[in-house]
């Protein structure tokens, strides 16, 4: 297992579900799931019908800098569990293609990198960017509103699953 599907870390997705402010200092917005297109962050599963569902603003880098983009995420508004390290890919990628983007260690773009790429070509492509010593990370992100989905970690990173 070369890379690991990356999700929200669990104590920012806790934090978030207990009410605390997101990115933009605004309380989480909650909504029921009509059972598609829900996709949480952190137990990377879809939100099933009827349950709540959190809309915050994210953040998914350590550092305020221009490449540092905030978007919308969905999170389940209860407790959920993220799943274990696994090059699988994840139940919430089920649009036909995404956006793949390489990152170097100080969280910024590497040009030359972004895509959109078929869902089912995302594994390959994310371990082609991360064989580049260059490309700390990767982030996946929908191809219509570039909203971020989940990050992409080598196994061998030591922050793997600690990143926003």
């Known amino acids: 297992m070369p890379f690991v599907f990356t999700p929200i870390p669990t104590e920012q997705a806790r934090r978030l579900q207990a009410g605390e402010p997101d990115a933009y ?3 989480p917005e909650r909504a029921v799931s009509s059972g598609k297109g829900i996709p949480c962050r952190h137990c990377l599963k879809q939100v099933p019908a009827g349950k709540a569902y959190l809309i915050v603003a994210h953040r998914p880098f ?51 990198t972004g895509g959109v790429v078929e869902t089912d070509q995302i594994q ?21 509103n570039n909203c971020f989905q989940v990050r992409v970690d080598r196994t061998d990173n030591e922050e793997a699953g600690t990143r926003p």
């Open 25 to 27: 200092g605004r309380t």
């Open 62 to 112: 350590t550092t305020e800098q221009p490449y540092a983009e905030t978007g919308p995420i969905f999170l389940c508004a209860e407790a959920c569990e993220a799943p274990a390290p696994s090059d699988e890919t994840p139940e919430i990628l089920e649009s036909p293609d995404y956006i793949v983007r390489g990152y170097d260690a100080q969280e910024r773009i590497v040009y030359g």
């Open 124 to 144: 390959a492509r994310a371990d082609a960017l991360l064989d580049d010593p260059g490309i700390a990370f990767v982030h996946i992100r929908s191809s219509r």
